[in-house]
Nanobody, 123 residues
């Protein structure tokens, strides 16, 4: 049984930092990613990592502020978020797939999702 569980969300002041974690189990995964859904908006791509090689991809809105990383031995994905602002307020979802194919920033590429963790940035 595949399980994807996020943690680490919370309330943070603008300019602050937060780290999200995601543990995935039950399958040999090839890619993992973070998406987010802000109030009144569609779920959007944030960042992804694929292996072998740990190649990363970021949305322009978070580039140079967020860092995605993976602890392979623990099948754990991280999202280190710095210089947060109110635009980053959203539910953050971890997604993964066992396939190496498909657009890495597309929701349809990922077939396993977590329940999401809320990040709220106060100004």
């Amino acid at each position: 049984q595949v399980r994807v569980v996020e943690s680490g969300g919370g309330l943070v002041q603008a300019g602050g930092s937060l780290t999200l974690s995601c543990v995935a189990s039950g399958l040999s995964f090839a890619r993992m990613a973070w998406f987010r859904r802000a109030p009144g908006r569609e779920r959007e791509f944030v960042a992804s990592i694929q292996w072998p090689g740990s190649s990363t991809t970021y949305a322009n809105s978070v580039k140079d502020r967020f860092t995605i990383s993976r602890a392979a031995a623990e099948n754990t994905l991280y999202l280190h978020m710095n210089t947060l602002n109110s635009e980053d307020t959203a539910i953050y979802y971890c997604a993964t797939t066992d396939s190496h194919f498909g657009d890495i920033s597309s929701r349809s590429t990922y077939n396993y999702w977590g329940q999401g963790t809320q990040v709220t940035v106060s100004s």
